[in-house]
């Protein structure tokens, strides 16, 4: 372990070197890759720094100790071991966790779409919900939320919203939140008062930089019309709406949300690189592909991976059998507690071999 962490550290301090470099530091693109490079870094070489310092101090009070007469002294050395032993157990744990394989993309914005599913109105308020939680729980991080693409639905709910979220470490904890999300309430629309349980998705896919992923125009087909709304009547007379098809993989995205048409043209174009990216890394590695085909599967309720019950306010993550008792504060945007144990769960089965959390 010890000369893989030197070896880290090594690299660390090359990055620093190169990135002070004129001729590196006037290339943005170069200074990006390298700057998120030194980021998956940080912690494992501050942690290795503490465990260095650590071992000096125990070393140090135990050669002290070999010379010591003053009992007094002695006793006060001897603790000194005592806890610089007790710190070196801490970070050499720590050092054990953070050298895990750590999933490339974790340092990465993400795009989240979340559809609503079985449930009709209920399933497309649920995914409101679903939104405005994620919204208010990246507001506590500092993290930024654009919405890219929405299709409301009369009553306050969506049929799909799509949107970024941009601040480090995003992707690292939203990956999480992909798959079948199920509610069990009773709906706005419901009379008698019964309790119904529906369905939505949530696909999260990592933001692809535009040097990873090239959209060459030729490539490209771009349409541009009015923005509409429910209906189909025309919101404005600018032909600000852009429909983007990728013409060599049939992807297409549409995008309407702002008033300038080269405001929509470049949500399209980082959405479509970020689907790219996702295709380019399930070429590339078949589990992937099978982890994000199998994310939301077919939105069936039983494909659940939380329930939230809100009669009880409860909220059950059925991945790694945890149910807290507080509903009313996770969707007011506290999924701390959800995600550091889901975190947790996957370091654990990573430790034993095992397999990931989130499957």
Request: proline share 3%; aromatic share 4%.
């Amino acid at each position: 372990m010890i000369d893989r962490l030197d070896s880290i550290a090594r690299r660390y301090r090359e990055i620093e070197n190169e990135m002070a470099r004129p001729e590196i530091a006037s290339d943005h693109e170069k200074v990006t890759l390298l700057a998120r490079e030194q980021r998956t870094m940080r912690d494992i070489v501050t942690a290795y720094e503490a465990y260095r310092r650590a071992r000096q101090e125990m070393e140090s009070a135990r050669e002290m100790l070999r010379h010591e007469k003053d009992p007094d002294m002695q006793e006060y050395l001897r603790s000194e071991e005592r806890r610089s032993e007790e710190r070196l157990g801490e970070l050499e744990e720590q050092l054990k966790v953070l050298l895990l394989p750590k999933d490339p993309n974790d340092d990465r914005d993400v795009v989240v779409e979340i559809q609503g599913a079985e449930g009709g109105d209920e399933a497309a308020l649920f995914a409101a919900d679903l939104f405005r939680m994620y919204a208010r729980w990246a507001e506590k991080k500092g993290w930024k939320v654009e919405v890219v693409e929405a299709a409301p639905t009369g009553i306050g709910g969506y049929d799909k919203i799509t949107f970024e979220v941009h601040g480090h470490g995003a992707y690292s904890q939203l990956k999480y939140e992909g798959g079948v999300h199920r509610v069990q309430r009773v709906p706005k629309t419901e009379a008698q008062g019964r309790i119904h349980t529906s369905a939505a998705t949530v696909s999260v896919l990592p933001e692809a930089d535009p040097v990873e992923v090239e959209l060459k125009p030729e490539d490209l087909e771009i349409k541009a019309s009015t923005s509409t709304g429910p209906g189909g009547q025309s919101v404005n007379t600018t032909y600000s709406a852009i429909r983007m098809t990728h013409k060599p993989t049939g992807l297409v995205v549409s995008i309407q949300d702002e008033k300038s048409q080269l405001q929509n043209k470049e949500k399209a174009m980082r959405v479509l690189r970020a689907r790219l990216y996702e295709m380019k890394l399930a070429e590339q590695q078949e589990a992937i592909r099978a982890q994000q085909r199998g994310m939301v599967r077919s939105g069936n309720r039983s494909e659940k991976i939380r329930t939230y019950n809100f009669k009880d306010n409860r909220v059950t993550d059925h991945r790694i059998n945890l149910t807290l008792h507080k509903l009313d504060r996770v969707m007011a945007g506290d999924l701390d507690d959800l995600v550091d144990a889901l975190i947790a769960a996957e370091r654990a089965a990573q430790l034993n071999g095992g397999s990931d959390a989130r499957a």
